[in-house]
């Protein structure tokens, strides 16, 4: 093993050809690695739940909910309304954009379960961002918001929170009046929890679990959640042929694109992978005949 090695190392020294031979061994081998990480993102992608947010006209029927919950790989449906909640965290406050879904299509939707009790409201670390930076606007003398992130392992954040109510009971909004409050502006008790999005946390989402019968009567919006992402488009077509508009579509452009931009580098990479391993081959037979020839002429010598 060890002659053959040696013997190696001096061919390469000695030859210009086996120098060449090597160049393509070992570029064969960066482009066979590059088709092996693009083909592992692409399953890794296609395993993770894709979620499309509909758009339609007028409320959502219990119909129009059915007929989505039996396409193929359906993992959750719910209506969705979006509103505008106040946070204050710290003594401090600031205005959030939050989407109102099913308690269902949340622990669906973050494969965990919602307890009883105190209120959860649910931010990607975009959303989170956003928010601290809303805090320093409004707090102009807060100039370090790291202090205010949550600590590792923390289950989520003491907050407390007001809901845009479109509709308010006058039974309540005079009992709110008769102690000098309002029930628009009263605040509650709630758990902020920045949850992990798999990485794509360009567009910032909040939400939190609504009471069906509000959704049933108020919410104009709908958000189906696949098992599973396609590579063909499928979901988006079948969805389009129900008569709905997408309205996250951006970035379900964006991430089309960027499986046909790895589907190319697994493509290419492929077909360099093979041109390098025929030439190296190629200029392995060369080299062998030339080593041969030069063997017979030394021997007649």
Known sequence: ?????????????????????????????????????HTWDIYRFVNTPAEYVLTGEGTVSQKRMDELAQMADVAGVSRQMEVSITVMYQGMSTAVNCSLLSQDYIEKLFDIKLPAGTKRIYMNGTAFSEMLQGITEVNENLTDTENLKPAAGSTGLDIRYSMEEDVIDPKEDDAAAATGTSVAESYKSAKLVVVKDDGQEEKAFTCTAEAEGRLLREAYGLRVLFDKHDLDGR?????????YGIENE?????EENEIQ????HIQYGLLSFGICLIASFALKHAAQIGWHRQAGSTARI
């Open 1 to 37: 093993m060890n002659n053959r090695i040696q013997r190696f190392l001096r061919l390469r020294k000695q030859s210009d050809t086996v120098k060449v031979i090597c160049f393509f061994v070992l570029a064969a081998a960066a482009f066979f690695a590059s088709v092996i990480y």
């Open 235 to 243: 979901h988006v077509e079948q969805l389009r042929k129900m008569g």
């Open 250 to 254: 951006e970035v379900v452009i964006t």
């Open 261 to 264: 931009t790895k589907l190319l």
